[in-house]
């Protein structure tokens, strides 16, 4: 008449969170590119190129980063987008652990605050983005447009200011992608899990 099999209620399982670390990783990733790469950039030694450029005079002249102004707005839009990736990486970690509460702590919850979590990370997705694409764009349409300035100083003891804009450039295409490939990740449920759940 009844079955003699005892079902035990077990907790069900937790959601796959590989999107949630496959997110977090290309965040970090992106912070830590994004921050050298304003660095790199700051830290372009003066250079002296010798002569003008377009009539040949004799007369020197000392360049850094600061004399070239999509080299400014690259470390301060570098530096603007690692500080947001900071506030992002946070609400995915600590925001993201708190709404994935239990039903029966649902009585002795706060209420639910006024800005959505969720709408405060994609408003920090699209701005480190627009930062670091725009950033990363105005660099190398600079280092095209000022080729010649800027190769001058390449030569020996002339100082490493080349270099460095080219190091800085890379990186932060680099951190570009690592910012597109974040905001993409995130909407990709990829099926296996990470210890700890997020």
């Known amino acids: 008449m009844y079955g003699s099999d ?9 959601a796959p969170n590989g999107s949630k670390v496959v997110t977090l990783l290309f965040r970090l990733s992106t912070l830590a590119l994004a921050l050298t790469s304003a660095v790199v950039m700051a830290t372009a030694s003066e250079c002296t190129i010798y ?8 007369t020197a002249t000392a360049v850094t980063f600061k004399d070239y102004q999509p080299f400014v707005y690259l470390v301060g839009s570098n530096i603007a ?5 900071v506030a992002a990486i946070y609400l995915q970690v600590v925001a993201g652990n708190k709404q994935g509460g239990d039903a029966n702590d649902e ?21 480190v983005q627009v930062l670091l694409y ?5 660099v190398f349409a600079a280092a095209m447009a000022y080729g ?14 080349c270099e460095q804009v ?8 680099a951190a570009s992608l690592s910012a597109g490939l974040a905001s993409i990740a995130k909407d990709v449920p990829l099926p296996f899990s990470v210890w700890p759940h997020m």
């Open 148 to 161: 010649p300035q800027i190769s001058a100083c390449a030569g020996a003891g002339a100082g490493h200011l």
């Open 6 to 14: 005892c079902h035990v209620m077990d907790d069900p399982p937790a």
């Open 107 to 127: 009585e002795d919850a706060p209420p639910p605050p006024m800005i959505n979590p969720r709408d405060v990370l994609v408003a920090a997705d699209v701005a």
């Open 51 to 58: 002569g003008d450029l377009h009539d040949g005079a004799g």
């Open 81 to 85: 987008a690692t500080i947001l990736e």
């Open 166 to 173: 080219r190091r800085s450039k890379i990186i932060s295409l």
């Open 134 to 138: 725009s950033a990363t764009g105005a």
